[in-house]
């Protein structure tokens, strides 16, 4: 029987192969083609703009007729002649549904349904209990550049983020009750990626995640559902103490990422392990607690230009290696004169850092 080995698609069989003697004179099987990996290798090379438009313009395809050139058209003749043999067949007698078979159709009753709902309906003091318990998910959205909007807070996680996210920023903020909405208001535009107090609100929006998995609201996904901005969603879970978070951003052509104070070890390593990836095609250097890495432009035929989004795998990937994970992003405002520009986003990563 042979001796069994490991079960999975990339082991050898388990068997051994023996021939057929039942199949002498059979046609054997052609030689399987060799097997292409999940990512080719030209996945991180940029295809040229002409180059592309040729490879679509080669993809375009005459539309053939449905109709074969042999087959003749029919004479119009033939079609108004009722009794010819290619005469087209007019609309066929509708067929009378036996009597017996017809269910009668039952009339819609308004109070019955009312009824039915009202033996569904919660009682009037569990609505009133439900209502008394901690929210399960808590909405977070960023608007503008330098406008907050929380949903679904309770006084005492207001009373904390007053404690501990209001003295981070220096110029003061503004808050406003709008029914169940709470409103902050950060003077000086705080959203807006650029000015001297930048790292103070990278600072402040590391806090804020940080805090809110603490209190055990995790983040889950983010929706643009009857709002123009995404609305992140925060879900009620277990409290967390022991992950750390940092953050990056991409250029607007993604091929430059910035990483915002990342922890001692993915600094000093998070470079290497991306040349080991590229090699000779990225530029490591620091600009304070900033880390950048860069890819190189095409240089002539030795160089080959990386596509944005290899590079983007790449830099996931490695900082994944590291215990890293992208957790969310989180949009700032538009750049540009007057607000008309794209919107950067802020990639949040989540870790452990190491004992």
């Known amino acids: 029987m042979g001796q069994a080995g490991p079960s999975n698609g990339y082991a050898p069989p388990l068997y ?68 010819a043999a ?50 399960y998910h808590m909405f977070v959205t960023f608007k503008g550049d330098s406008e907050l909007l929380l949903e679904n807070t309770l006084e005492n996680a207001r009373k904390e983020i007053e404690r501990k996210i209001f003295p981070m920023w220096p110029h003061g903020v503004e808050t406003q009750f709008r029914g169940s909405d709470w409103i902050l208001r950060f003077r000086n535009a705080p959203w807006n990626m650029n000015g001297p107090d930048v790292v103070v609100a990278w600072e402040l929006i590391s ?46 052509g993604g091929r430059r990422v910035s990483l915002i104070d990342p922890p ?32 190189k432009r095409e240089i002539g035929t030795t160089v080959r230009a990386v596509k944005a989004s290899y590079f983007l795998m790449q830099i996931l990937k490695v900082l994944m290696d590291m215990e890293f994970h992208l957790h969310a992003t989180v949009p700032m405002a538009r750049g540009g004169p007057l607000g008309l520009g794209s919107r950067r986003e802020l990639l949040v990563f989540k870790g452990v850092l190491p004992q």
């Open 16 to 83: 051994a192969s023996v021939p057929n003697p039942y199949a002498l004179n059979a046609t054997p099987y052609p030689a399987q083609p060799p097997q292409v990996p999940f990512i080719p290798p030209t996945a991180m090379i940029e295809t040229p703009p002409a180059a592309q438009s040729q490879y679509l313009q080669t993809k375009i395809r005459p539309k053939n007729s449905l109709r074969a050139a042999s087959t003749p058209l029919p004479l119009k003749s033939a079609l108004k002649k009722t009794g």
């Open 86 to 135: 290619g005469a087209t067949p007019g609309p066929a007698i509708p067929m009378q549904l036996a009597e017996q078979g017809v269910l009668p159709r039952r009339p819609r009753n308004s109070k019955v349904k009312h009824d039915q709902f009202a033996a569904t309906a919660l009682p009037v003091q569990t609505v009133e209990s439900l209502a008394k318990e901690e929210p």
């Open 207 to 252: 806090a804020l995640f940080t805090l809110f998995t603490e209190r055990g609201f995790k983040f889950m996904a983010s929706t643009k559902c009857t709002t123009a901005q995404p609305r992140l969603i925060f879900q009620s879970t277990h409290a967390d103490r022991s992950s750390a978070f940092f953050l990056a951003y991409l250029s607007r």
């Open 264 to 295: 001692h070890h993915i600094a000093a390593a998070f470079g290497p392990r991306l040349r080991a990836f590229l090699p000779n095609q990225v530029d490591v250097s620091n600009d304070g607690n900033i880390h950048i890495v860069e890819t």
